[in-house]
């Protein structure tokens, strides 16, 4: 069983940065891709960025030139920098962990872009 403990969510300005973490614990085997997802109220969960063991990334168009994924495999750690950050990206973000034995969800931070 993989456990996922995000940090880093909070209240910023438009136009403003974030950093966001996710640290897996747990059973680990080996975890083949990490991602965070996002959903705001009433709307449903979507991908924002993903990253593989070899370093693939892969991004929303929405978030492409402003957000950067990275990852730790060492400490099975994937970030999410977030920068010029608009209110469209206010939602709870989700981190996403595939590994061997299943796929595994965090408990979401949430992450309000305003004035």
């Known amino acids: 069983q993989v456990q996922l403990v995000e940090s880093g969510g909070g209240l910023v300005q438009p136009g403003g940065s974030l950093r966001l973490s996710c640290a897996a614990s747990?059973?680990?085997?080996?975890?083949?891709?990490m991602g965070w997802y996002r959903q705001a109220p009433g709307k449903q969960r979507e991908l924002v960025a993903a990253?593989?063991?070899?370093?693939?990334?892969n991004y929303a168009d929405s978030v492409k030139g402003r957000f950067t994924i990275s990852r730790d495999n060492a400490k099975n750690t994937v970030y999410l920098q977030m920068n010029s950050l608009k209110p469209e990206d206010t939602a709870v973000y989700y981190c996403?962990?595939?590994?061997?034995?299943?796929?595994?969800w965090g408990q979401g931070t949430q992450v309000t872009v305003s004035s």
């Open positions: 996403r962990a595939l590994e061997l034995s299943g796929d595994y």
């Open positions: 747990g059973s680990i085997f080996s975890i083949n891709a």
């Open positions: 990253i593989t063991s070899g370093g693939s990334t």
